[in-house]
């Protein structure tokens, strides 16, 4: 059985305006699938429908067996915490110190009063020191958040998404506010979740050449639907042609800077 | 439109402007029959009425003690007042707030005791707890506390939506509780703006005391009233004396803090 299951979906946020429409999709575990498409195709809505961050309108997401949209309050916080996430713009808490804001992921399997008071074990924060060592940035477990930069933040988010030990991984555009350099840091981080520990990677992406040379399989939305779906070597022009309504004759200059 | 047509619509602006203002000042002291003339023209001696009245002299130097007494208590009022209001006001804002609001009903009625409490003067509390309460220094507290929560509650509110809701985002999708995400995502970003919010409350509550004290009859606003209305003006410069000196250690204390925590 696949680890998610997305059947029918459907989602908008004003009754007119379909963001999402009728989405069909299975995600095996271990796989690293990018979704690619132009701004407002959908791509954030589709992955915030998984660990229901906003709320599933039409149709079902069914992750590691459970129906998602059934899900009362505390058993969809459980399943949560199997679901980490990665965020364009990181999402720290900039006051806090680094390895404050990694532990934050482990609020899930906490109580409240556990968690408010921050009591964490031992073997969490080694954990936590594990992680932030593995990704490089271990010097800097002391430091406040809005001390690093765009990629050091970028990896406090990866920590605080590992530290969940998830099943999957949602990434909403995480290196389209980061430097080249930066952004193959992180992707090759990402990767390496899949390869090494097989946790699946949902990765929305901008670049497709970066889509292309890092997942197993890519998904291509436009107006919220799917426009293709395959493995990434069967991605071709007349394929991102039609997921961002571009014409390679007529205008190059648009496509060079989508493939950038 | 061009540069030059502009530029003296700007000039013509400007002088309706002045005029208009200058109008108004001159209706509203004709209709009310107060001279500004006169006014300014008393200034002289109104000043030294209080140079040769309002001096601290050594008789009045003998009621320091008891002034400082009553001054602490006035102090510690006002703290207390302030603590506790912020206890409930904080509750009230994270109802009241759209980033941590659970119900729209509580957001409702947390904005509706905020304005009712701000917005009736905190004297007019204490004349209306003086009737339940008598003279106290219960009503004192009262009333300074009713006005805490008011202007504590909208400032709070203000702080916390201002506050990024991107890590509150972050933590709900790691299966954080409701408390866990106040108090680990939105408490740590407002916690500077919060605690300047409340050093400023505590100074206003400090010269709000004074006030509420004459009324209610404790505290240093008591020995204000007492000393005035037994004509003793030197005891009343001293006194004067005493709250200014002790609202600018005040400020000076919640300034030094302010500058430590941001």
Redesign the interface.
């Known amino acids: 059985m696949p680890l998610l299951q997305i059947k029918d979906l459907g989602k908008s946020y004003n009754s007119d305006a379909k963001v999402l429409q009728g989405l069909n999709f299975e995600v095996e575990s271990g796989e690293f699938l990018s979704i690619i498409g132009p701004s407002g195709a959908g791509k954030s809505t589709l992955l915030r429908c998984i660990?229901r961050?906003v709320e599933i309108d039409e149709g079902k997401v069914v992750f590691d067996g459970q129906e998602v949209g059934k899900l009362n309050k505390k058993e969809?916080?459980?399943?949560?915490?199997n679901?980490?996430?990665i965020?364009q713009?990181?999402?720290?808490?900039?006051?806090?110190s680094v390895i404050e804001n990694v532990l934050?992921?482990?609020?899930?399997y906490?109580t409240?009063i556990q968690?408010?008071l921050?009591r964490f074990t031992e073997a969490e924060k080694e954990h936590a020191f594990f992680l932030l060592k593995k990704l490089g940035i271990e010097e800097h477990a002391y430091k406040r958040c809005d001390q690093l930069s765009g990629g050091q933040q970028q990896r406090v988010?990866i920590a605080?998404?590992l530290i969940?030990e998830p099943k999957i991984v949602l990434c909403d555009e995480p290196i389209a506010s980061l430097d080249p350099n930066a952004s193959k840091v992180i992707m090759d981080h990402l990767k390496s979740i899949t390869q090494e520990l097989g946790i699946t990677c949902i990765v929305n992406l901008h670049q497709v050449e970066i889509a292309k040379s890092y997942s197993d399989r890519i998904i291509g939305l436009n107006k919220g639907g799917i426009v293709f779906d395959g493995p990434s070597y069967r991605l071709h022009r007349n394929h991102t042609d039609q997921i961002y309504g571009t014409q390679t004759q007529a205008t190059p200059e648009i496509r060079e800077l989508i493939m950038v | 439109m061009n540069e030059k047509t502009m530029k003296a619509s700007r000039k013509w602006q400007t002088i309706f402007f002045i005029l208009l203002i200058i109008g108004m000042t001159l209706a509203s002291s004709a209709i009310t029959g107060f001279n500004i003339i006169h006014g300014i023209a008393t200034l002289p001696k109104a000043g030294a009425w209080i140079l040769s009245n309002l001096m601290i002299t050594q008789e009045s130097l003998e009621r320091l003690p008891t002034i400082l007494e009553k001054l602490l208590e006035t102090i510690l009022m006002s703290i207390a007042a302030t603590t506790t209001g912020t206890a409930v006001a904080f509750f009230l804002s994270l109802m009241g707030s759209k980033t941590t609001g659970t119900k729209k009903v509580f957001g409702v009625f947390a904005r509706f005791v905020a304005s009712a409490s701000r917005n009736i003067p905190v004297v007019a509390w204490a004349l209306i707890l003086l009737l339940s309460f008598g003279q106290n220094s219960v009503t004192g507290y009262l009333a300074l506390f009713v006005g805490s929560v008011g202007f504590l509650t909208r400032a709070f509110i203000e702080s916390i939506d201002e506050a990024s809701q991107s890590a509150v985002e972050a933590l709900r999708a790691t299966g954080a509780t409701y408390f866990q995400i106040v108090f680990k995502a939105v408490v740590p970003q407002c916690m500077p703006q919060m605690i300047s919010w409340i050093l400023f409350m505590i100074e206003t509550n400090i010269r709000n005391a004074t006030l509420v004290g004459i009324l209610t009859g404790t505290g240093i606003g008591y020995t204000f009233d007492l000393y005035y209305k037994t004509l003793n003006y030197n005891a009343v410069a001293l006194v004067t004396f005493s709250i200014i000196l002790a609202v600018i250690v005040i400020e000076l204390m919640s300034n030094y803090i302010r500058k430590v925590i941001i």
């Open positions: 660990n961050m969809l916080r459980k399943v949560r915490t679901i980490g996430m965020f713009h990181y999402n720290l808490v900039p006051r806090l934050h992921g482990r609020f899930g906490k409240t968690g408010v921050g988010g605080r998404s969940q």
